[in-house]
């Protein structure tokens, strides 16, 4: 008797407990979660980096959780040089479960430069996952290449980034990291976005700036309007309970 | 026996009614001409080609998939939003329905059921909540609190492709075909 597709996926998810323990329930643990389609509860083709042409970070699905801190060494600080390649270090230590994705683009959301995981054999033990492998570079429209970790225990990413021999004068680094609770949902994990502007070597930057070169910061900014909004709600909700409770 | 405290409450009374007035006819403004019925776009295509956008782009739990409305995590919007689209690898409509678990057909249905309703805002579709919202202000969209982290609306301007697939599913044409590889969809 041909089994239906419900009854298929419980088959499936059974077989997964007997064979693999208990799975993760959160939906989005490896890079490859994001190219899967949305309907089978992938990312479509959206990565989160932040960057223009995704817009959305991490924080859009996780939150609650504490803001990790992530280390960031091996950046432009003082400007790209046409092709050569930089080494980015991102590091995060913690308990939780780190995962990060990072891009690399111009001023008009293109991809800028090519972006390289490491060789097996360069890679240190705390940036390989036990299954083995490390950072994955994943191609999108646009030109664009994203890198990335599955939260599969790594406390460290470095990705090889080659500046681009066109006539591109600035680059946008983006990177957005979560710390994840090991609970079944987005939620209590901790988020932060690294944004960063280089220009080439001799060039002013102007654009994104948030975040120091050694370290991540907080994502800045446009919650003021919404704090306000929510200061105005809650005035209202304790005028109404006031209210209430006079007419008592 | 008379209520001895309802003098006290008909200066209030008259009040409210009148700020329900006032409330009442600048939400509404004039009715649409004929007052048509609730439109009915196909609900196949909208299970096989708007749902997955819907998912892609609006199910966030930031978003208009917030899993618990009444959540203490500075939501906005405690009573939830209006539009509401859940499904695999976000918030389920079910809270025992795993975040993993494949699709479930309520969730598709209670996703269309809304999109429908924000259709039904207007006599055009081209002024329809569904069809505005996700738009740029700029060219034509509506006031829309899910700016990106760059301050922009979901969809750039009336070109884009995704708005396009929904735009022509509100409004009852065929979805137009896939951009060329390569290209922004």
Redesign the interface.
Known sequence: MPLS??EV?RWA?AAALVLGGVPS????TTMA?FNK??????????HFT?S??????C???H??GTEPTVMVTGLPEEGFDVERSYTFDFRWAGDFLGAILVEVVDGEGRGAGTMAALAPGELSPEETCAAGGGGIVVAL??QRQVIGTDACGLSRLRARWTAPNTGIEQINVYASFVAGNRS????GDGVI?LKRAFPIRGGSARGPQVGSGCQAAP?SG?GAP?AA??FL?TALVLRRRRLLRRGQ | MRNPGWRQRVPALLVGLGVLGVVGSSCVGEPPPGNPPNPAPDRAVFEQTIYPVLLRDCAFPDCHGDPDPADVMGDPYPEGRFFRVHGPGRSRLAAETGISAPLVPEEVEAAYQRSISMLASTNDCDTSLFVGKPLEVDQGGMPHRGADKNGRNLYPNKQNYTFRVLRAWACGEPIPPPPAPGVTP
């Open positions: 597709l419900r996926s998810l329930a959160h939906a989005f979660s389609a949305a309907i089978e509860g992938g990312g479509g083709g959206r932040g223009p042409r995704d817009g959305q970070d924080s859009v699905c939150r609650g429209n646009d079944a949902d987005p939620r976005l994502s446009q919404w909004l929510g709600s």
